[in-house]
């Protein structure tokens, strides 16, 4: 029988092999404790923590369950509430972060949590105020500042300078940040440019279909190409990636300070963030500037406000010279689009038009929920009630839930919508699987203000035409971008009236929607957004440009 001394030896020792990511051994020393003593409630919660990570959260569930039945706390709550955020179980989630919260309503984890599990089904204004709770605790942490500033891109009433203003704020986050921009010697005049690409997602995820191409296609005589690669659970396409990359660098478990000396001691030249401030970015190795030349690019939709990176990839679609005063960095504007899609090697061939068979129209939107805000339903809910033979399908992860169901379709019922219009479907895990799905739409609606990019493109390679409206700011301009390029310029509306006006109009124009089916996917072929060599050497060209002006800039 272990003493309590020596339980509280081997917590600790677990505890510490926890926070170093070595969770086997973590795990060891808190099997040991629950065998010792069933009722050690941090051992099971941490034991809960460890299988969550792992993929395995019924087991998680059940871990910290016992947990809570021995002493309830918030961090357990907390915990809880993640674990069924990341199942999908958004009603459970938002029960167990509400008690996290009555127990310490201070509690900044909690509030952003919850503005987690609140965006993901698209109650993006509860969710911005949960984020602005977390920074009225705490604004001093990078990683809960960029969940705020992402948040403002779905919030349909954000103005593009406020948004702006908002992002620049992060840059004060570094103030006194050291950088490594006194100690970069070396400027042009280089046989061989070393490119760095910084994300977490390199692997099945919406960043690989456009970064592929890229990687796929670089001039390996003419560039070396670094990848710093943040993924927690690499996949088979993270091996695929990875024969790309002159060299791969796994950063899981370096902190920012690591990694930015080893970005500086590989002698980087060109550093590129494919994240912004998405979850699991590496902004702040971006503040020290370990390359000479920093770059944003595809990931976000939106400024990152950090003076070290000096310029963001983009085209005059997605933000036209008007945009400028909204960026902390230059807009490098890229010919024909900013985007080289890769669809899926075993797509599912283009189906004949549902409606022919179905006798009415179905639209259809694969995009995540935190988009499907209340003034998207409200707009789709108006051209529903002025169809109400046409039926909307919508597929997303929390979708899996029937409970989630209802609560989506629930917001369309109250605009007057039917409820056998809208049918719902949660996450299918065959990509296959996926892509044939929009063999049962006819028509797919982009959200607003926030387009779908991967999900357009899915759609549009299917032979799904897409309506979208043409936004403020860059968010809701890359459907306009996508559709331009293809030769889609009828479905980009200017406003919502015609978005609603142009969605009628499809709807009633079955053999409208026949012809643009029959031959999209060869429009998409022909298109440059799908001419991949053609693409990468004008990203490098780009590359080679700024690094000149860069090194002159330096003379």
């Known amino acids: 029988m272990l003493s309590k001394n020596q339980t509280n030896d081997f917590f600790q020792k677990g505890l510490a092999a926890h926070q170093k990511g070595d969770w086997v051994l973590a795990e060891s020393y808190y099997k040991k404790i629950i065998q010792i003593d069933p009722k050690h409630s941090d051992a099971l919660h941490l034991m809960g923590v460890i299988s969550s990570g792992q993929g395995h959260n019924k087991k998680a569930v059940e871990y910290i369950k016992k947990a809570i039945q021995i002493s309830p706390n918030r961090i357990y709550f907390n915990s809880l509430g993640v674990i069924y955020l990341r199942q ?60 705020y500033l992402m948040c403002l891109n779905y919030v349909p009433i954000v103005s593009a300078r406020d948004m702006y203003c908002a992002h620049f704020k992060y840059n004060t986050l570094f103030k006194s940040c050291k950088t490594f921009k006194n100690r970069i010697q070396e400027t042009c005049n280089k046989k061989f440019l070393r490119i760095g690409y910084v994300s977490s997602d390199f692997c099945q995820n919406s960043i690989a279909y456009f970064i592929e191409p890229v990687l796929k296609n670089h001039n390996l005589h003419a560039f070396d190409i670094y990848c710093y690669s943040d993924v927690n659970q690499p996949d088979a396409i993270t091996q695929r990636l990875k024969n790309y990359a002159s060299e791969w660098v796994d950063t899981v478990q370096m902190t920012n300070d690591q990694m930015a000396e080893k970005i500086f001691y590989d002698r980087v ?166 892509l044939e799905i929009y063999h049962q739409v006819d028509l797919a609606l982009d959200p607003f203000p926030y387009n779908g990019t991967t999900t357009t493109c899915d759609a549009l390679w299917m032979g799904v035409p897409v309506i979208t409206r043409c936004g403020e700011y860059h968010a809701g301009r890359v459907g306009a971008s996508i559709l331009s390029h293809i030769g889609l310029n009828d479905f980009i509306a200017n406003s919502t009236e015609n978005y609603i006006a142009k969605t009628i109009h499809v709807c009633r124009n079955i053999s409208l929607l026949k012809n643009v089916r029959k031959n999209l996917r060869h429009m998409f072929q022909s298109s440059p957004l799908m001419d991949a060599k053609r693409f990468t050497q004008k990203i490098e060209q780009t590359y080679l440009q700024l690094w000149k002006q860069q090194g002159i800039r330096s003379q």
């Not at 009603?91 to 993901?120: C, F, H, M, P, R």
């Not at 499907?372 to 809910?381: A, D, L, T």
């Not at 609560?407 to 990509?431: E, R, T, W």
């Open 88 to 147: 999908g179980h958004i009603k459970d989630a938002l029960l167990n972060l509400n008690k996290a919260l009555e127990y310490d309503n201070a509690y900044a984890e909690a509030y952003n949590n919850l503005g987690q599990a609140q965006l993901t089904i698209g109650d993006v204004f509860d969710a911005m105020t949960n984020f602005q709770k977390v920074l009225a605790l705490n604004s001093n942490v990078p990683q809960l500042v960029s969940n």
């Open 269 to 434: 030249d060109i550093l590129v963030d494919l994240s912004g401030h998405f979850s699991g970015n590496r902004l702040p190795v971006f503040a020290q500037q370990p390359a000479k030349v920093q770059i944003t690019y595809l990931g976000y939709p939106n400024t990152t406000g950090l003076s070290t990176i000096q310029y963001r990839l983009t085209d005059d679609i997605s933000d036209p010279e008007s945009h400028d005063p909204f960026y902390s960095e230059q807009l490098i504007r890229m010919p024909e689009g900013f985007l080289c899609y890769l669809p899926q090697e075993k797509s599912p061939e283009v189906s004949r038009l549902p409606a022919e068979k179905n006798d009415y129209v179905t639209l259809g939107s694969f995009n995540n929920l935190a988009k499907v805000n209340e003034m998207v339903i409200s707009v789709w809910s108006e051209i529903l009630c002025n169809l109400p033979e046409v039926k909307l399908l919508l597929k997303a992860r929390p979708l899996s839930s029937d409970e989630t169901q209802e609560y989506i379709i629930n917001k369309f019922v109250a605009h007057g919508v039917h409820p056998d219009q809208i049918k719902c479907m949660g996450f299918l895990d065959s990509i296959e699987s996926h």
